[in-house]
């Protein structure tokens, strides 16, 4: 797995006054996208600022195709697209300016691509910053970590705030971009239909640690979701129970083997395959988010 | 990589650029004054622009771009250099355009000769330095709150020296305080016409620069974005 | 999640809020003829690009802006002559909320308050404690979500018939965007009040939302309950010779791909007709899809 891996991500402890990142481990193949999920505070953005060296870690690994994050920071870094929640631009500066300036950074930065981006993304590039729309600033970010041949792309919430046309848009020009280069991806989001869409493989970040990281479909396939009262419900196995969360129509709980669900839950009971949004919610359960 | 930094400062902060204009207004203005301190005026926008280079940090703080910058592929260390490659521009051109000013306009009467006095250039580049190396791990640490800071822990410093001043019984303790700053600045000014004594001022200024350096670079690795 | 059926017995006369051919302008951009309606005890969804009107159709409703034409109705007033009367029944959530920084949410509740006769004290803070809001502490050290609730808590305890909220849920995390859903599905059950919920995720209007009214370049594309749209929406994949047919008239847009068309039809029921017999898969379209095909002819 180690030679192949865009990323590895081995034991890795972050601790802050009021919150510890705690053995986090996880890892993408070369080519694959890999979506990380989790309540509000969970952790995915700290995770992802570990990657990128903007925080320090405390204890553990961190290996992007192979290099280590810290010691070879630089070589990292030209080989990552990345896209942040906040996006950290100079308001008051043009498009051009900026991508002209900061495109200078990457070795195989290539202006051509971006061009060809900036058309087809439609950007003002003699605008400033601040008088873009919320969509409009991610596609220039958007547009800057794809033009120098990145191969690894690091996305954080890239989608929040952007309308269902734009976003579905920019996931299916994401998924061409991946099927033809073999770019692998680490995407954050809360919006679960977005990763239904393009992920490989699922990471959940609940309160500092890795709850699980499977493949999605093995995820969706293995899982479910059984409602029903209390009374059916009785004879499910704790063992494979993931989480549970009474709502205004009985109760829901997530476990990890359907098929023992559906021999052990009561005839009234309904066992569903769960979506990526039951399976984040049941698992975050009604006490856990941090909102 | 250090020249792309430099140019990223200079393309996305024109108007700090223009911000020093008043400055300059000022000076001119200032060297209607007969007997007026040129060396005080060179020296002083050598400060002015070590400030810039703080200020330039400070501001991609508020657009969160350090975050952005540190993402680029580029050594925190070569970010720190590019800082104070920044103040050393920036002070040389408030410098040497002060110099000029005083040199050309007419109703200055210094000459070229007395701006370029060594002692004066040596006086500049201690000011300047010192408050480079004070000022920089400051702003890179804590951004724009650092360079805030750095004036408010200034403006304190003299009203404490004001009213320790006034606790003595001194009378017209401010005149006191910036007399004895003066008459401080003015014999190290004097004291440069030595040779030697220059040179050490020098030395010990590149040692704390140096240090100055270290000291940022340690700073922003361990800083959490 | 529909208990639409209660409420619709309960619920009779005119609707809470009503739009009629409702135009405005603002240089370029104009919002063209919008209709639209909302009877008590519903939740509609408003949807639509950003800049298509959604905004707009919010200011108008608080008349923070004039319209140029047609007729806007809450409880049977208009905003602009029955301002204040409008407003006192409106309840509005902010995308990202913003009150008094530096006052803590007790403080802003009393001076919220003070301008809503129907504001109840003790209902406020027992939805403080409910939503589990700090009282004391700054608003402006709150996080997103817990603003989100803090203003949701302000509208609410007032007993706003109409509930606004635009886009309360961005950025927000799928566990808190349930509960939240859950509380406004909650909220309108009793028939009284209704929630006109602007948002661009459409997975959570597909819960909760009665009526969806989709607004494009300032039309309203459409504006249907959720009954209709999953009656006569429907996507269908088939061969180019999808497009070639009779079926063409039907569809409202579609892309094609390597391996075919992939289509939105706006008479599902008719399409089926047509395609009886012929190529096409025809299923369920989801509200993204609707987004996202209409108007499109790649």
């Not at chain 1, 890795?12 to 919150?19: A, M, W």
């Not at chain 1, 498009?95 to 002209?100: K, N």
């Not at chain 1, 704790?238 to 709980?253: K, L, M, N, Q, S």
Request: charged letters at 20%.
């Amino acid at each position: 797995m180690t030679a192949d891996c865009a990323l590895e991500v081995r034991g890795v402890t972050k601790r802050y006054r009021r919150f510890t990142l705690r053995n986090v481990s996880f890892s993408i193949p070369r080519g694959y996208v890999c979506g990380l999920i989790g309540p509000n505070g969970a952790g995915k953005t700290t995770i992802i600022k570990l990657i990128m060296n903007l925080v320090r870690r405390d204890a553990g690994e961190i290996r992007v195709f192979g290099l280590d994050n810290r010691r070879d920071e630089v070589a990292v870094k030209s080989r990552i697209g990345f896209v942040y929640d906040s996006p950290g631009y100079w308001d008051d500066r043009t498009l051009e300016a900026q991508r002209r300036v900061l495109g200078s950074f990457y070795p195989a930065w290539n202006d051509g691509t971006f061009d060809r981006l900036a058309a087809q993304f439609e950007l003002p590039m003699r605008q400033t910053y601040k008088t873009l729309s919320r969509g409009t600033k991610m596609k220039f970010a958007l547009a800057m970590a794809l033009a120098h041949d990145a191969d690894l792309l690091i996305l954080d919430e890239p989608t929040a705030g952007l309308d269902p046309v734009f976003r579905r848009e920019f996931l299916q020009r994401l998924s061409a971009l991946l099927q033809d280069e073999h770019k692998s991806v680490l995407f954050s989001t809360h919006i679960t239909s977005d990763l239904d869409r393009i992920a490989d493989y699922v990471t959940f970040v609940h309160r500092g640690e890795i709850a699980f990281s499977l493949p999605r479909t093995e995820l969706l396939d293995t899982w479910a979701v059984v409602r029903g009262d209390e009374a059916s419900l009785r004879g499910l196995d704790p063992g494979i129970v993931r989480g549970r969360r009474a709502g205004r129509f009985g109760t829901e709980v997530l476990v990890s083997d359907a098929r023992a669900a559906a021999r052990a839950a009561g005839p009234s009971a309904v066992v569903d395959r769960p979506s990526l949004e039951d399976v984040m919610v049941l698992m975050a359960g009604e006490a856990g988010h941090a909102a | 990589m250090l020249r792309k930094l430099f140019l990223k400062d200079a393309r996305l902060n024109p108007h700090l650029f223009w911000g020093v204009i008043p400055f300059f207004a000022w000076v001119a203005y200032a060297l209607r004054e007969d007997g007026a301190p040129v060396g005080m005026l060179t020296v002083v926008s050598g400060v002015m622009g070590a400030a810039t280079a703080a200020t330039v940090a400070a501001r991609e703080d508020r657009f969160h771009a350090t975050a952005l910058l540190a993402s680029l592929p580029v050594p925190r260390e070569t970010l720190v250099l590019s800082r104070y490659l920044l103040a050393a521009v920036a002070g040389a051109a408030c410098f040497l355009g002060a110099a000029a000013l005083a040199a050309l306009l007419p109703w200055s009467s210094h000459a070229l000769g007395s701006i370029f006095d060594p002692r004066t250039v040596v006086m500049a580049l201690v000011i300047a330095g010192s408050s480079v190396a004070v000022m920089l791990p400051m702003a890179l640490r804590f951004g724009l709150v650092g360079v805030v800071a750095f004036f408010a822990v200034l403006q304190v410093a003299g009203v404490v020296l004001f009213f320790i001043a006034s606790m003595f019984g001194l009378r017209q303790p401010m005149r006191l305080v910036f007399g004895s700053v003066e008459a401080g600045l003015r014999a190290l000014h004097a004291s440069f016409a030595d040779a030697g004594a220059s040179a050490l001022a020098l030395a010990v200024l590149a040692g704390a620069l140096w240090l100055s350096y270290r000291l940022s670079v340690w700073l922003t690795t361990r800083r959490d974005l | 999640m529909r208990a639409g059926d209660a409420r619709a017995a309960e619920s009779g006369g005119e609707p809470l809020l009503e739009f009629r051919e409702v135009s405005k302008r603002y240089g370029e951009f104009l919002l063209d003829r919008v209709s639209f309606s909302l009877p008590r005890g519903y939740i509609c969804g408003l949807v639509g690009p950003n800049g298509a009107g959604k905004t707009t159709i919010v200011k108008l409703l608080l008349n923070l802006v004039d319209r140029d034409a047609g007729r806007i109705e809450v409880a049977g007033l208009d905003p602009a002559e029955h301002e204040t009367a409008v407003k006192a029944r409106i309840g509005f959530v902010h995308e990202v909320p913003t009150f008094y920084e530096h006052l803590s949410l007790e403080a802003i509740g009393d001076i919220v308050g003070s301008f809503y006769t129907a504001w109840d004290e003790a209902l406020f803070a027992s939805l403080l404690v409910e939503f589990d809001l700090p009282p004391r502490v700054r608003f402006g050290t709150l996080s997103r979500g817990m603003r989100t609730k803090g203003a949701l808590a302000l509208a609410l305890a007032h007993r706003a018939e109409l509930l606004v909220l635009d886009e309360p849920t961005a950025g927000l995390d799928p566990v808190f965007r349930r509960a939240l859903l859950e509380r406004l599905a909650g909220y309108v059950s009793d028939g009284r009040a209704s929630v006109l919920l602007s948002t661009h995720i459409t997975s959570d209007l597909e819960r909760i939302a009665d009526f969806v009214t989709y607004v494009r370049a300032g039309r309203v594309v459409l504006s249907a309950t959720r009954d209709e749209l999953a009656e006569r929406w429907a996507i269908v994949r088939g061969g180019p010779a999808l497009l070639e047919g009779e079926a063409r008239a039907l569809l409202s847009g579609w892309e094609r791909a390597p391996h075919g068309v992939t289509a939105l039809t706006f008479d599902a029921p008719g399409l089926r007709r047509r395609l009886a017999g012929h190529e096409g898969v025809v299923e369920r379209a989801t509200l993204e899809d609707i987004m996202f095909y209409t108007g499109r002819s790649c």
